[in-house]
């Protein structure tokens, strides 16, 4: 369908680029929207508020049965597990145990109409068998136009030669019907229906902060694809920051960002090749490093450029001869990572980013 990849990204790029530029208007619009389908919307600022108030939403003492559908489940909620028992989502699909709540994370929310899109879920088969559903979203996780979807949904899935539309694309814009199933000892199966109470929580978690800063701002066209995880060398190895993770964090922790970037990127430049909305990562992190270089003191400021110039300098490393004594002096302590660059045939570092820099000059 998509014959250009490259117009599509663009496309994809501008589509969350109007969004991001305008969010709090589109969110009251949005939320507007849910109210009168009948969906309860609650603003959440953090990972603990989460977790406390779907605890809140439990009706029994204890002994309540969840099952999440997240990428992962918030921390905080693992430690109030006194609270409930949890049901994987594959027990609860095969009618092993009852489950009165369902926790998952919506992909995108369409303002235009108010409707909630959920992608390749591994309980959409269990909506409608909970009494809450619990629906995360991200605050930056929305679209203006129902026809905006159709090139991000595309990007989702797939990889640079091979994109696809998912498989499973749900749509919630009202809550869905709870079967009830009442047996009379065992005879006179009779099915009822009734509304399942849907939550959707406007989560913050940060993005709010992301948002103030003009320049990483962009970060915030994501749309949790995964793919700058996969080709990222040093998360393969570490697995400590994914590329937009790296990002997002350089917002939060004043004193450990610095080392934190200069620690766990290589300016490789394979998550700007990968990412499907078109975010610079190289460009957001050497502002972000440039910027750390600008704040320090002069003591500081030194070894800061020494590391940052190396960084940069690290696209330029044409011969084998350069790139074993740059990652021999980078990476002393880190053995696998060391070892896995030096694997690494030329050209592994992302020249092409380093020719833009140096036009750029
Ligand atoms: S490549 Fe990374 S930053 Fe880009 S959309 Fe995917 S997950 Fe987000």
């Not at 909305?277 to 070894?303: C, G, W, Y």
Request: aromatic share 14%; proline share 4%.
């Amino acid at each position: 369908m998509f014959q250009d990849i490259q117009y599509i990204k663009t496309r994809a790029n501008l589509i969350r680029q109007s969004y991001i530029e305008d969010m709090e208007k589109h969110l009251l619009a949005f939320e507007q929207k849910l109210i009168n389908n009948g969906i309860q919307v609650v603003w959440i600022k953090e990972e603990k508020e989460l977790s406390e108030t779907i605890l809140k939403s439990f009706s029994k003492p204890n002994n309540n049965k969840i099952a999440f559908d997240l990428p992962s489940i918030p921390k905080d909620f693992q430690e109030k597990n006194a609270f409930f028992k949890q049901i994987s989502i594959k027990e609860f699909e095969d009618f092993k145990d009852q489950v009165e709540h369902l926790v998952v994370k919506a992909n995108f929310g369409v303002v235009e109409n108010g409707t909630l899109v959920l992608v390749d879920k591994e309980s959409k088969s269990c909506f409608n068998k909970v009494e809450y559903l619990h629906i995360i979203l991200d605050l930056n996780n929305l679209v203006i136009k129902q026809s905006d979807l159709e090139p991000l949904l595309y990007l989702l899935k797939g990889d640079n030669n091979n994109f696809s539309f998912p498989k499973d694309i749900k749509f919630i814009s009202g809550p869905i019907s709870q079967i009830i199933n009442s047996t009379n000892f065992g005879f006179d199966e009779k099915f009822t229906t009734k509304p399942v109470k849907t939550i959707v929580y406007f989560y913050d978690n940060g993005i709010t902060t992301i948002l103030e800063d003009t320049v990483l701002r962009e970060s915030l066209y994501c749309i949790d694809c995964g793919k700058c995880k996969n080709v990222c060398p040093v998360y393969k190895h570490t697995q400590n920051f994914t590329p937009i993770e790296l990002v997002y964090n350089n917002c939060f922790d004043e004193n450990r960002k610095t080392t934190q970037i200069f620690e766990n990127t290589t300016l490789c430049g394979n998550c700007n090749e990968v990412c499907p909305v078109l975010i610079p990562f190289t460009d957001l992190l050497i502002f972000e490093m440039q910027k750390a270089k600008n704040k320090h003191s002069r003591e500081r400021n030194i070894d800061l450029y020494k590391y940052f110039s190396k960084r940069v300098r690290m696209n330029k490393l044409y011969t084998w001869y350069n790139k074993y004594f740059f990652i021999k002096k980078q990476y002393p302590k880190n053995k696998k990572l060391a070892n896995y660059f030096k694997e690494q045939k030329l050209p592994f570092f992302n020249i092409k980013m380093s020719h833009k820099n140096e036009s750029n000059d």
